[in-house]
């Protein structure tokens, strides 16, 4: 295999913030809310300020971990610093991985959702088909290397942002601000104490922060990547914090709550309806399809930039064997999202894919915090406020998914278990009889000096 010559197409600024706010915008606004209301009605808007703020905490170890080590290993470079080659940091790194996956699919089939308004009714089982077929676009574009995918997310983010401000802006302007009660009662959820349903609903509204540790992956990609590594995750968070409550507010002024629940899968685009006319449903659809094929580009790019790195580090086969195929992470990472995508609906994938992400994200916050005093520099109360943070929204997720979707947590709980037994199944295969493991870390790191 020709690995891509990235030393000499480094990643500006823009186009790192471009291929965040890409991967967080594709999930976040055009499915997620409709998914987010059916759990706590009108009050939805306000769990996307909220789960900006727990994001917020949560962002923090990130960008520490970024300025001190800035890699396209990312997330797995992070656990490896924090718990030390081995099971564990490998584990967690492919629930990441996993994770990164399930976001793909999951805008892949919002693309499917969206792009099928557009044709008659007869079609509305082939979402899935639509959805495999963005992802393999995005396969070819992603061979094409580092400058094709920069240009590609850039021009799209543009699109994409300028246009949803103004379906925004227009949105308010013409409803006005909605009257926010509080009285929805969720179904299946009146055996839940109050406040439950809110709490759980968080997880999903992290789900659509979570593209911001994409930008992790891209470190040893990106110009000066000590600064502006961090400053691509707060930007790309404050970004798209604005654009998600501005059209939260839009569509609850358009849309009763149960017209939103109805259209769960293509609600921004049943909101512009009545506010905008049959063009402006149109426009929406439009507007999401850029906005979801910008998202799986930007994805793909870093799930397979994560699995190469964890591949270089002998945290999983070694990919570069397969002498045959160009970029086998690459072709790995988009077979398993067209897997995901025709197995699983929008909310099953929303769902296994939160819970994934939070068991890792608290594994990072307690690596830095309990392993990494000495190397890092932080503020120590910052991570273990996320860590309880994660923990009751993850609580919270689960037993409401035991409640109302069991299935869900039974594919996670296998899942996770599959990793864990995998992962120490491979390690033992590199141990030698002394306990030590050859993880070919130096030359995982000379090969990020090159760059």
């Not at 564990?88 to 790194?93: K, Q, Y």
């Not at 009714?121 to 082939?126: P, S, V």
């Not at 240009?151 to 246009?163: D, R």
Request: glycine share 10%; hydrophobic share 55%; net charge positive.
């Amino acid at each position: 295999m020709k690995p891509l010559k990235i030393n000499t197409q480094k990643l500006s600024l823009l186009g790192s913030v471009s291929l965040g706010t890409g991967v967080m915008i594709g999930a976040g606004i055009f499915v997620l809310m409709g998914q987010i209301a059916e759990l706590v009605g009108d009050l939805f808007p306000i769990a996307f300020i909220a789960g900006a703020v727990v994001v917020g905490f949560s962002s923090y170890s990130y960008v520490k971990f970024s300025n001190a080590y800035p890699s396209s290993g990312g997330v797995a470079k992070f656990l490896t610093k924090a718990y030390l080659p081995g099971t564990l940091a490998g584990s967690f790194s492919l629930l990441m991985y996993v994770s990164m996956v399930v976001s793909e699919s999951l805008v892949a089939g919002t693309f499917g959702a969206y792009a099928l308004r557009l044709f008659p009714q007869g079609y509305e089982g082939y979402a899935s088909a639509l959805g495999v077929l963005l992802i393999v676009a995005a396969y070819i574009i992603n061979i094409s290397g580092n400058k094709i995918i920069e240009t590609t997310a850039t021009i799209t983010a543009i699109i994409k942002v300028v246009g949803i401000a103004v379906l925004a802006i227009s949105g308010l302007v013409i409803s006005g601000l909605p009257t926010i009660t509080g009285t929805y009662s969720a179904a299946n959820g009146q055996s839940l104490p109050e406040g439950f349903g809110f709490i759980a609903a968080l997880a999903l509204s992290i789900l659509a922060y979570k593209g911001f540790t994409t930008i992790t992956n891209q470190g040893g990609d990106i110009k000066n990547p000590h600064k502006n590594v961090g400053r691509s995750i707060i930007i790309s968070i404050i970004v798209c914090t604005v654009i998600y409550v501005v059209l939260a507010l839009s569509v609850a002024g358009g849309l009763s709550i149960e017209e939103i629940i109805i259209a769960k899968d293509y609600a921004l685009a049943a909101a512009a309806k009545p506010l905008f006319g049959e063009w402006g449903s149109t426009l929406t659809i439009l507007l999401a399809i850029v906005a979801t094929v910008s998202g799986v580009i930007a994805s793909v790019y870093s799930a397979s930039r994560m699995l190469g790195m964890l591949s270089n580090m002998k945290q999983v086969p070694d990919m570069n064997r397969m002498k045959q195929l160009k970029n086998p992470s690459l072709i790995f990472t988009v077979s398993l999202a067209i897997l995901l995508t025709v197995l699983f609906d929008l909310t099953r994938i929303a769902s296994i894919g939160a819970i994934f992400y939070l068991i890792m994200d608290i594994a990072i916050h307690w690596g830095l915090f309990k392993y990494l005093k000495k190397e890092v520099k932080f503020n120590p109360i910052i991570p273990i406020i996320a860590i309880l943070l994660d923990v009751v929204i993850l609580a919270a997720f689960i037993y409401l998914k035991y409640v109302n979707d069991p299935f869900v947590l039974i594919v996670a709980a296998i899942g996770i278990a599959l990793i864990f037994l995998s992962q120490f199944i491979f390690m033992k295969s590199h141990t030698d009889k002394d306990g030590n493991m050859n993880m070919g870390m130096e030359n995982s790191e000379k090969e990020q000096m090159k760059m």
